[in-house]
């Protein structure tokens, strides 16, 4: 599997992180977490994702980037969010700061993976 792939499987991997939270944070997963903003803002971004998943695999002049920009999109709304819960906004529980440690690592390690293909 090339570079190429890769990046392509990791918007996917993307795409449902943030689906899955959005659903979580609508209270469609998991009760007890539900956070309306969150939901909205998470489906955005998974939306976001879903868009430049396709526009990388039907342009692949401008697959590159393409995963550079959503991703980047995406990182900057999981930060914004951890400003939101440094501020006290929204919810501060252990799941919470927990998904976004993972939204951003894994958001990252798709970043310098794109970096890197060719």
Known sequence: MGGRQFV???LI???ALFALASLAHGGRLLSGYEHV???IAEAVTAGVLAVGLVAFLALPRFARRIALAV????LVGVLAGLVAVA????SQSTP???LHGAMILVL???LLLTLRSH
Request: hydrophobic share 60%.
């Open 8 to 10: 392509a499987w990791f």
């Open 13 to 15: 991997c993307e795409v």
């Open 37 to 39: 903003r969150a939901a």
């Open 71 to 74: 991703q980047t999109f995406a």
């Open 87 to 90: 501020l006290g906004m929204g």
């Open 96 to 98: 919470d700061l927990i």
């Open 108 to 110: 990252l390690m798709g």
